[in-house]
């Protein structure tokens, strides 16, 4: 059996090595994931979870086993997020999963699949309620911020639909980053496992860029020229506009496809703005920051 | 015979979005969700028949997302801005804070403008235009109406008859066809509850 260690914080920046270690296509044997030393998890940590034991599912032709968190906290908060309503079919989990309690107050969106339209309507949905609240009370953002939270929500998750070809999955979640930021932060965190930014836009924009085309040229295209595999000029919008609005709230955005990631990240992240050679992995993966206003709550 | 051939008809889009897309869907989000709402004000424009103004009413939308913006505003606007020339005028109402940068962002794209209700009474020119049409359109806001000889009274236009002449063109203003006087929109729906 391969063993695949969960790292113990799995966050945006842990992921990455979590992503790394899963086998190659065609793998003999059981895969274990081992997330018994897990002790912090957040929205990116755990859909990249989800997204992880799917492909080592869909590359070695078994269910993997996962190890379950020792930390009750981690369990429990795992369970208010439908970690486990997430990885059904995808895990085989031999200890008791916690019950998904009612009190979610705290939870922003829990893990849900995106793969339709409807999908999309749902999660604006739900945040409707809870956003408000989280987004002023915690942030300091004013009552409307909602609105726009919203639509990076459906941006971001029509992005899957329109150019993934593939499952999804997103979760968001507010955190007191007082260590790190010192500010509250909500996390955004939407990966799927279709066929990345280069395969999307392959077809109508690889020729222009002859040897110089990668998942990293590819990224740039989409990520800062707003290309997309579509003629229509009213396409492309999207992912713009989001960065446009992670950049007003002073957030930051990261998108990683393939072997490479691109970032807009202001000056309290250090995240470089672009990373190639990362190990390849379907789909794409973004992440977004958006902290408190500053003099906000801490 | 009257100065102005047209009959103004009203378009609740919230409605519009309960009856003919899903009774589930409160948002105005997702680009098929655009599109088949665009598809329903087509509708209701073909049933109005020949030339007409239309005020589309965004105030029961909550949320707008860039690719419903991109849907009901942009590639309405597109679709009667043809080279035949404009079969249909819009004036936008119910065009709050939290819509208005993605119809502003959709328009500028596009190089599209639109007379939009931003407040009770208070109408906007939201997207791409010049500052001579800019200042046409708000001299024609404080005025009403302007025949087609008083044109060349604006001041500070540098080619103030071409202004107005712009604005009726890109459907941003009514220009009779029987008296060449200019109209402003916004006066023309403010019967329409």
């Given at each position: 059996m391969q063993v695949i260690p969960v790292p113990g914080s799995l966050d945006a920046q842990t992921v990455d090595a979590l992503l790394d270690l899963v086998p190659?296509?065609?793998?003999?044997?059981?895969?274990?994931?081992?997330?018994?030393?897990?002790?912090?998890?957040?929205p990116n940590g755990m859909v990249g979870l989800v997204v992880a034991g799917t492909v080592a599912r869909d590359r070695s032709d078994t269910l993997p086993r996962l190890e379950l968190p020792e930390?009750?906290?981690?369990?429990?908060?795992?369970?208010?997020?439908?970690?486990?309503?997430?990885?059904?079919?995808?895990?085989?989990?031999?200890?008791?999963?916690?019950?998904?309690s009612g009190g979610t107050s705290d939870v922003?969106?829990?893990?849900?699949?995106?793969?339709?339209?409807?999908?999309?309507?749902?999660?604006?949905?739900?945040?409707?309620?809870?956003?408000?609240?989280?987004?002023?009370?915690?942030?300091?953002?004013?009552?409307?911020?909602?609105?726009?939270?919203?639509?990076?929500?459906?941006?971001?998750?029509?992005?899957?639909?329109?150019?993934?070809?593939g499952p999804g999955w997103v979760a968001a979640q507010a955190y007191n980053w007082?260590?790190?930021?010192?500010?509250?932060?909500?996390?955004?965190?939407?990966?799927?496992?279709?066929?990345?930014?280069?395969?999307?836009?392959?077809?109508?924009?690889?020729?222009?860029?002859?040897?110089?085309w990668?998942?990293?040229?590819?990224?740039?295209?989409?990520?800062?020229?707003?290309?997309?595999?579509?003629?229509?000029?009213?396409?492309?919008?999207?992912?713009?506009?989001?960065?446009?609005?992670?950049?007003?709230?002073?957030?930051?955005?990261?998108?990683?496809?393939?072997t490479a990631r691109i970032g807009q990240v202001p000056e309290w992240d250090d995240t470089p703005p672009l990373v190639e050679g990362l190990?390849?992995?379907p789909g794409s993966q973004i992440s977004i920051v958006l902290p408190a206003k500053e003099g906000g709550q801490t | 015979m009257t100065d102005l051939p047209l009959d103004p008809i009203a378009i609740d889009v919230g409605d519009l979005l309960q009856r003919t897309v899903a009774s589930l869907y409160s948002?105005?989000?997702?680009?098929?969700?655009?599109?088949?709402?665009?598809?329903?004000?087509?509708?209701?424009?073909?049933?109005?028949?020949?030339?007409?103004?239309?005020?589309?009413?965004?105030?029961?939308?909550?949320?707008?997302?860039?690719s419903c913006a991109d849907e009901v505003v942009a590639k309405l606007l597109q679709k009667h801005q043809g080279d035949a020339g404009?079969?249909?005028?819009?004036?936008?109402?119910?065009?709050?804070?939290?819509?208005?940068?993605?119809?502003?962002v959709v328009l500028e794209r596009q190089s599209l403008a639109v007379v939009a209700e931003t407040g009770p009474g208070r109408f906007e020119l939201l997207g791409a235009r010049s500052p001579d049409e800019d200042l046409a359109w708000r001299y024609l806001e404080d005025q009403g109406f302007l025949g087609r000889d008083e044109a060349h009274a604006l001041c500070g236009a540098s080619d103030p008859v071409r202004a107005f002449e712009a604005l009726s063109e890109r459907g941003l203003a009514f220009r009779s066809p029987v008296t060449g006087r200019y109209h402003a929109l916004s006066r023309l729906v403010e019967h329409l509850t």
């Open positions: 190659p296509e065609g793998t003999a044997g059981r895969i274990l994931f081992d997330a018994r030393h897990v002790r912090w998890v957040d930390s009750a906290d981690v369990l429990s908060y795992l369970g208010r997020m439908a970690f486990f309503d997430s990885v059904a079919g995808v895990f085989e989990i031999e200890q008791r999963t916690p019950r998904r922003l969106l829990e893990i849900t699949p995106v793969q339709a339209n409807s999908d999309v309507h749902e999660v604006v949905d739900r945040v409707q309620s809870r956003a408000g609240a989280i987004l002023s009370s915690k942030l300091g953002y004013p009552g409307t911020s909602v609105v726009q939270f919203s639509v990076i929500l459906s941006e971001v998750c029509q992005n899957i639909v329109e150019h993934a070809d007082a260590r790190r930021l010192g500010r509250w932060v909500v996390v955004i965190a939407v990966m799927d496992i279709g066929r990345g930014f280069r395969g999307s836009l392959a077809e109508e924009h690889s020729a222009r860029y002859g040897d110089r990668s998942d990293a040229t590819a990224l740039e295209a989409a990520f800062l020229h707003g290309l997309t595999r579509f003629p229509d000029s009213g396409r492309g919008q999207g992912i713009q506009q989001i960065r446009r609005q992670v950049q007003r709230w002073n957030g930051a955005i990261t998108i990683r496809s393939g190990a390849p992995f | 948002h105005l989000v997702t680009r098929p969700t655009g599109r088949a709402v665009r598809m329903a004000i087509e509708t209701q424009l073909a049933e109005a028949g020949g030339r007409s103004l239309s005020l589309i009413d965004l105030s029961e939308v909550t949320i707008l997302d860039f404009l079969e249909a005028i819009f004036v936008f109402r119910g065009v709050h804070e939290p819509h208005r940068d993605q119809i502003q």
